[in-house]
DNA sequence: ATGAAATACCTTGACAGGCGAGGTATTCTA
DNA sequence: TAGAATACCTCGCCTGTCAAGGTATTTCAT
């Protein structure tokens, strides 16, 4: 996890709404994996994770429920809606568009 | 300007070191540069350009000095310093694995 | 049997960067 | 001669991150 968050700030939420595009899921699990799929590089932190899923529900971007109680700590999992669905384009073709920004911004080519 | 400044923040700093690797120049005329770069696309705020200046100079990797004073008015240029050049290595080796890492996490590809 | 680790959730408060709003002074241009 | 452009700067708010702290359950090694 040797990247430093505050270059990832304001991604967090694309990154959970990704995560939910194949299916519902809980928090600890997604955030599982997340870290699977960087090798361990990167993962949220719990306060960011749980602040994030708020904001998110606050934002009718995803919607939340209790998991069946079997064995086990209780889960509470989060669907996306369409809402979300339609941010989650929005968010990739921002970020598309600040991947091509920065790239020209940080380069030492001519202008 | 379209790009929501959370999605290039921290990068700030990095943005405007590029611009003085080639030469020494004042406030303006790198925001004028970096608009010129991005075709209008993003510029920094003005407040956010000065507070960056001041933070990297507190962290010793840039210097200023006002320019001769000619015609027009007062400029204070800025030049990066070895400390400087150290840290822009750093930080665009940083911004490829940050953008490598968010490719991944916001693809709809299998983990 | 028992204590530590893992799972799973959550809140509070501090911190830092971006930026809107406001300010100053000079020079150029219609 | 008024307004736009150049050029600098500060204050205070807002927002996302996260360290630190908390709760409750289950699994596992000793």
């Known amino acids: 996890m040797s990247i ?3 270059t990832l700030r304001g991604h967090t939420d694309t990154i959970i709404l990704t ?3 194949r299916a519902d899921n809980y928090g600890y ?3 599982k994996k997340i870290q699977q799929r960087t090798h361990g590089q990167y993962g949220l932190k719990e306060a960011t994770l749980y602040t994030a899923f708020k904001r998110l529900e606050q934002n009718g971007l995803i919607r939340s429920y209790w998991g069946q109680d079997g064995p086990g ?5 989060y669907s996306i809606t369409q809402e979300g669905r339609r941010r989650w384009e929005e968010n990739t073709r921002e970020w598309a568009a600040t991947r091509a920004l920065l790239d020209a911004l940080i380069s030492i080519e001519e202008e």
Chains 1, 2 share one sequence.
């Open 19 to 21: 995560q939910l595009l």
């Open 29 to 31: 699990e997604i955030n």
């Open 4 to 6: 430093s968050g505050d």
């Open 73 to 77: 700590a209780r889960r509470r999992y």
